[in-house]
């Protein structure tokens, strides 16, 4: 008998023991849940105010609606320099650009268009199979530099529906021939006024051959804000060496963060700004 109600005894207390254990054991394990959960519920609220917290800031700037000029920058011919040093400038701002290729000479790199136009939203348009100056040319062979042009970036998986001559050179035929197949042609100099003619798409150049500067140019974006103007900026490559053909690259940064700080502006490819 005493050894029963020793190993009775020596079971209640471990009973006892374990038993508080689980008790504590619980109220720990319900206690950290809770205070888990509390930090969680803490944790949420701040994440939603700070969510919300824009929406209690001002309201969606004005330019996102109603833009009250359009700039759209353009790059023709076949340089890397569009690549390696003009897109990564304009993608700090948010900028994208129309490149304007060569499809046969000049060493065509259709995958740098694809890059250009995948990962830096670039639009890329016509400029010829051979760089030729179109008014010098007989029917048949427009029909192989402007239709053919399509047809080698099509081939290469690129559609392309904006078209700049070269040389800015072009006349009654060609441009006939243009309209044909592509839903826009840049063509003249100056600030589009509204309605925008998709073929009559003018320009205003910032190589360094134009001599323009900065001042200039803000008094022409100033122009195109009263009047719902749409400047189609033209360029080359965007480098430091002060050739003609070249933007100079302090100017180029310059204009782009000037363009990035105006609320008014809105910087479209040439599609974009036509809606095609
Ligand atoms: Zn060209």
């Known amino acids: 008998m005493g050894k029963k109600r020793l190993v009775v005894s020596i079971v209640v207390v471990l009973c006892i023991i374990f038993g508080s254990f689980a008790v504590a054991a619980d109220r720990y394990t319900t206690y950290d849940l809770d205070r888990a959960k509390g ?9 939603a105010k700070t969510i919300e917290a824009p929406i209690e800031a001002p309201e969606t700037p004005e330019w996102i609606e109603t833009p009250k000029a359009y700039i759209s920058f353009t ?4 340089h890397a320099n569009h690549l390696d040093v003009v897109a990564p400038i304009l993608a700090e701002y948010n900028m994208i650009a129309t ?3 060569i499809s046969e000479t000049n060493n065509p790199n259709f995958d740098e268009c694809k890059i250009l136009r995948d990962k830096y939203g670039w639009e890329i348009g016509g400029h010829t199979r051979t760089h030729p100056d179109l008014t010098l040319l007989p029917r048949a062979q427009l029909y192989s530099e402007i239709q053919g042009c399509q047809e080698d970036f099509s081939r290469n998986g690129i559609e392309v529906n904006t078209f700049a001559p070269p040389y800015s050179r072009m006349n009654e035929t060609v ?9 826009s042609c840049r063509d003249g100099w100056g600030i589009n006024a509204p309605p925008y003619d998709p073929y009559n798409v003018k320009m205003i150049g910032i190589d360094n051959a134009a001599q323009t500067s900065i001042t200039t140019i803000l008094a022409q974006i100033d122009n195109a804000k009263e009047t719902s103007g ?6 080359h490559r965007v480098d430091y060496t002060w050739n003609d053909y070249s933007t100079d690259e302090s100017f180029s940064r310059n204009l782009v963060r000037l363009v ?12 974009e700004t036509l809606e095609l």
Do not use: C, H, M, Q
Request: charged content about 30%.
């Open 230 to 235: 749409w400047i189609v900026f033209i360029a």
């Open 175 to 183: 441009k006939t021939i243009v309209k044909e197949y592509y839903g």
């Open 99 to 101: 490149r304007y290729y």
């Open 260 to 271: 990035s700080e105006d609320p008014e502006i809105r910087v479209t490819t040439i599609s």
């Open 75 to 78: 790059f023709d011919d076949n």
């Open 39 to 47: 930090i969680i519920s803490e944790l949420s609220f701040k994440a």
